[in-house]
């Protein structure tokens, strides 16, 4: 394997803590070998010409990586997964033709990282989702079994809105931080088809009196953090309307239930869990008084398994709402689909009610003074 000492050198990894010198050859292996998808678990070519080629199937580019990781004087691995679509592996009978994944298990100061340099956007140590499924076969001296399951994912959101009023509008600004899967698959849309057609396709996602510009990404070159999505929002209000109808979750809420039918016969497998946080600060109009409002709160799906918040309140001038999302596992029977349906039922409903603003109407209250003029008449 001498042809990868010059690319080694490369990175110099001379008094670099061995952590160092891992990401650094798992991003030189990720940014040079592009990809061409998913191939069983055997190579189509030989690494040196995955090397020369840069390119390759998911077995070459991390059989590279862990070949790579070796000559380095790590300790690295293969580990072969059964993804979502392939179905789950056998752990107590592992068979090679149950096997369609191939990753690089790395191994330093007794803690293991899981690696896939097949994807452009994927951080240290993150695996894609589809890949938690079960039982693994590690390819070693002695094998073993490696078990990644979807519970050991959270997906993490949160939502931050603040609307003040510009006249006959409300302004503000959404700041929104998707999970990191979330954001690995728009980074994946933004290098596809450009920064502009996502931007476009935020900005179109508002119609009617509601507008978006000025869209922003952070973070959309660093794999290690999830993205952060900013822009302005425009909503207009009408001019002397008596009464005035506001969803305070704007686009954000769910809109519907994917859970439809009366019942199900297979158990619900959650790719992760999840917690979804949404944040709104509303300056309540001027002229106008809150008439109506949604009541605050809680439920729980099957005891701590999720749970739903809804928090509304009025201060002052201003209505602030807090709602979350909570899944807490991955894995639910057929037995539980009523259950659980039942729970995004409700939370379907709960985001779809609206706030009611009053026009407040200023009455001049006239005073009569009746004076009572005695007439004499001689």
């Not at 592996?89 to 690089?104: E, F, G, M, R």
């Not at 399951?149 to 931080?177: A, V």
């Not at 005891?303 to 709602?323: C, M, P, V, W």
């Not at 200023?362 to 009572?372: G, K, N, S, W, Y």
Request: hydrophobic share 35%; proline share 5%; with cysteine.
């Amino acid at each position: 394997n001498e042809w990868l000492s010059p690319a080694l050198a490369s990175l110099k990894p001379e008094g670099k803590p061995p952590i160092e010198k891992a990401k650094d050859i798992y991003k030189y292996v990720q940014s040079t070998i592009s990809s061409k998808g998913i191939r069983g678990i055997y190579l189509s070519q030989t690494p040196k010409q995955t090397f020369t080629a840069k390119k390759g199937y998911v077995p070459d580019i991390n059989l590279l990586l862990t070949l790579m990781l070796k000559q380095a004087g790590l300790n690295a691995f293969p580990v072969l997964l059964s993804t979502r679509s392939n179905g789950v592996a056998s752990a107590d009978y592992p068979l090679v033709h149950q096997y369609n994944y191939v990753i690089t298990k790395l191994e330093l100061d007794k803690k293991f990282y899981y690696l896939d340099a097949s994807s452009p956007h994927l951080g240290f140590s993150k695996l894609p989702s589809y890949c938690y499924n079960g039982p693994g076969a590690l390819i070693d001296i002695v094998s073993g079994l490696e078990r990644l399951y979807p519970d050991s994912l959270l997906e993490d959101k949160t939502t931050n809105i603040i609307l003040f009023n510009d006249k006959n509008n409300w302004k503000g600004q959404l700041t929104s931080t998707p999970g990191y899967y979330e954001s690995v698959s728009i980074k994946e849309d933004i290098t596809e088809k450009g920064k502009e057609w996502y931007q476009k396709k935020i900005i179109d996602s508002y119609t009617g009196e509601y507008t978006a510009e000025n869209v922003n990404f952070k973070s959309l070159d660093d794999n290690e953090k999830p993205l952060l999505v900013e822009y302005a929002i425009n909503i207009e209000r009408g001019e002397n309307a008596n009464i005035l109808y506001f969803n305070p979750m704007i686009k954000e809420g769910l809109k519907e239930n994917y859970f439809k039918a009366l019942e199900r016969t297979y158990p619900i497998e959650f790719p992760f869990k999840m917690n979804e946080l949404y944040n709104i600060n509303i300056e309540i109009p001027e002229g106008y008084a809150v008439d109506e409002m949604p009541k605050s709160t809680r439920v729980m799906l099957n005891d701590a398994e999720g749970s739903f918040e809804y928090i509304i309140t009025k201060s002052g001038n201003y209505i602030s709402l807090r709602s979350q999302i909570k899944i807490n596992k991955t894995f639910f029977s057929n037995e539980d689909y009523e259950s659980v349906k039942g729970f995004f039922d409700f939370v379907v409903k709960k985001h779809a009610e609206q706030i009611v603003f009053k026009k407040q109407f200023v009455f001049l209250r006239l005073i009569c003074v009746t004076l009572h003029v005695n007439v004499f008449y001689k």
